[in-house]
């Protein structure tokens, strides 16, 4: 590994593929996968396994090995991270971190119990202008002690918020360039626990990113709103942010993106019908770092690969005829 290339922040360059292990991995996750690889190998880094498997109804250990096999034979491996038998990179695992997190957030006043029924809050946030995503009015921020006193004897768990500050965050996306997000305005107070006690999904991937020590992030486009926020609670927090690339999203024909709830072939099939070499091919295609598909292994690609190459189109990929 070249030296020169690893100083960053005092430590390695490190990225990381951090999926939910929900189900087999589909054509999406590969790609994103398969990017993420491809960039931090790139540069002479190391790759590290993360699974966010912090909802408990969806995630499960037979997802999460078969997830690591599926990465290996497609010729994707990692430096650090997930090994069987340790858990210490599963979210679910990691409550201790993310509490600690959380205290230091609420020791500085920043945090409060919201008591907001999910109806109350699609009548009282405003949708955000760019995709639709709600913005919290801030309504439990400032209600009296008593009032809490009320609404906590109706036992009605609150979840927990916290509070932003009128602030611009900006940041260079590695694929889509200069971005900016006030967070008051078009973020809102979100929220950092649930009401059912799950530490929420941003205190998880700030506090997991900055104690990892990422510093490359390759994720879809779809969290690119998210990422200002993200960077916030990382300062917050006493991290340096790493820097961030989304990458554009694998639709089917009509123009959905690719999900597992919604049947799209995943691992299993993919397996049963094509090889790795081939596969991969398929992937470096839609990406744009072939001009045709062929058959290869992640490795032959490291070499040409760029992020000019990749572009910010997202990518329709029919019925896998390719494979």
């Known amino acids: 590994m070249d030296k020169r290339k690893q100083q960053r922040f005092g430590g390695p360059i490190r990225g990381r593929f951090a999926p939910s292990p929900s189900g087999r ?22 790759m590290l396994l993360r699974m966010e498997d912090l909802d408990p109804q969806r995630c499960h250990q037979a997802y999460i090995e078969q997830l690591a096999e599926d990465l290996l034979w497609l010729g994707l491996d990692w430096d650090l991270g997930w090994k069987p038998g340790q858990a210490e990179f599963c979210q679910s695992q990691r409550g201790a971190y993310y509490q600690r997190a959380f205290d230091k957030l609420a020791a500085e006043g920043l945090v409060y119990p919201c008591y907001c029924s999910r109806k109350e809050l699609l ?44 602030k611009e965050i900006s940041f260079t996306d590695g694929c889509f360039g200069v971005q900016s997000q006030r967070l008051d305005r078009d973020c809102g107070d979100f929220i950092l626990r649930r009401s059912d006690g799950v530490f929420a999904y941003q205190l998880a991937v700030a506090e997991d990113d900055g104690r990892m020590g990422i510093t490359r ?87 040409g690969f760029s992020w000019e190459k990749v572009g910010r189109e997202d990518r329709f990929v029919g019925k896998f005829s390719a494979l």
């Open 123 to 166: 009548a009282a946030s405003a949708p955000h202008a760019a995709d639709g995503a709600r913005v919290y009015d801030g309504h439990c921020r400032n209600l009296t002690e008593q009032e809490r006193e009320t609404l906590a004897a109706k036992r009605r768990r609150p979840a927990w918020r916290v509070q932003v500050p009128v």
């Open 25 to 46: 991995m589909h054509l999406g996750n590969l790609f994103a996968a398969l990017l993420a690889w491809l960039d931090i190998r790139s540069l002479g880094g190391e």
């Open 217 to 303: 992030v390759v994720r879809g486009w779809d969290l690119l709103s998210s990422t200002p926020r993200q960077i916030w609670l990382l300062e917050q927090l006493g991290y340096q942010p790493p820097s961030y690339c989304h990458i554009p999203l694998l639709l089917s024909r009509d123009g959905r993106r690719l999900a597992k709830r919604d049947g799209d072939p995943d691992m299993g099939v993919l397996r049963a019908r094509t090889t790795p070499e081939a596969l991969t091919g398929y992937l470096a295609w839609l990406a744009h770092l072939l001009p045709k598909p062929e058959p290869l292994r992640p490795r032959d690609l490291i070499a």
